[in-house]
């Protein structure tokens, strides 16, 4: 199923969607069926940055420049290894919204991907809130909250591990409530070929390196903190002061701990895309990687 975007807008996915002459897939239990599809995609992957770099309102806005090449030597010499997408970027930069977008979209695909929230993974501190009296007053008191320490990142580690080669996990579940409680074991995620990981403890040391693909998102200030003050009203009933409060907060952790981490991005994408661009994106990966006779 193929959405309803009108595809002819799109020169590029238009010439993917009807190109009639299909490739003999490879044969990828060999090397050399391995490295025919490595080129393939190099080769469909520039096209896409050349593609987009002509749009208005283009979604990338960099690459580093050995990712192409590491990318598919990682699919030449480890074929069976699951694919993981780390998806980073400051508080109210899409990451969100955009994971949204894909799932909804891989779903209609019938594109066999799991998605899993690094905020899931936030050390439990009810009993901090019990003794401080509220999250804001916690927060107040000088805890940071957004901290590697305030994750469980060796459990996050294992559970990326086991993905990584094929085993279906069990992730924590935080609730964001207000309340700092951490079930643990709640949330079956299974080990599809793709697994998306999205949120801020991504591209922290010992859980980089799990990924296969690195996408930090990046999106203006002024847009960040309108969304994340529509969000704290509208969503989150959170009164005026206390919401900018919470802001100024994240201001100064992202700097910390988030902003650094663009270094580590294989590649950065523009957190105020269109999403119905977004989508067409998508769906073109889908129709290059199933192109084969």
Avoid at 71 to 76: A, D, S, V
Avoid at 103 to 129: C, E, G
Wanted: glycine letters at 4%.
């Amino acid at each position: 199923m193929y959405s309803s975007i009108n595809i002819m807008t799109y020169p590029l996915l238009t010439k993917e969607f009807f190109e009639k002459d299909k490739l003999l897939k490879p044969d990828l239990t060999q090397k050399s069926g391995r490295e025919l599809l490595a080129f393939y995609l190099q080769t469909k992957f520039k096209q896409l940055i050349a593609f987009d770099k002509k749009c208005s309102n283009p979604i990338i806005i960099d690459v580093h420049p050995d990712f192409i090449s590491k990318f598919t030597k990682r699919l030449i010499d480890n074929p069976n290894k699951r694919l993981l997408i780390g998806i980073n970027g400051a508080s109210a930069s899409g990451k969100s919204t955009i994971c949204s977008a894909i799932q909804r979209m891989t779903t209609d695909l019938d594109m066999p991907v799991s998605i899993l929230s690094t905020d899931n993974y936030f050390k439990d501190i009810s009993a901090l809130i019990l003794k401080y009296g509220s999250f804001d007053k916690l927060r107040d008191s000088g805890y940071d909250i957004d901290s590697p320490n305030g994750f469980q990142l060796d459990t996050l580690q294992e559970d990326l591990e086991n993905l990584s080669v094929g085993i279906n996990i069990k992730s924590p579940k935080y609730l964001p409530n207000g309340t700092g409680v951490s079930i643990p074991n709640s949330i079956l995620v299974k080990a599809e070929k793709i697994i998306i990981i999205e949120g801020t403890a991504t591209f922290f040391t010992n859980i980089k390196d799990i990924f296969d693909i690195k996408i930090f998102i990046e999106v203006d200030d002024e847009i960040r903190k309108q969304r994340f003050m529509q969000r704290a009203s509208s969503e989150r009933n959170q009164d005026l002061e206390n919401a900018k409060k919470h802001w100024e907060y994240l201001i100064c952790a992202g700097a910390k701990y988030i902003t650094p981490t663009r270094k580590e991005a294989d590649i950065i994408i523009n957190g105020n895309v269109d999403l119905n661009y977004l989508i067409q994106i998508i769906e073109y990966l889908h129709i290059i990687t199933n192109s084969f006779l």
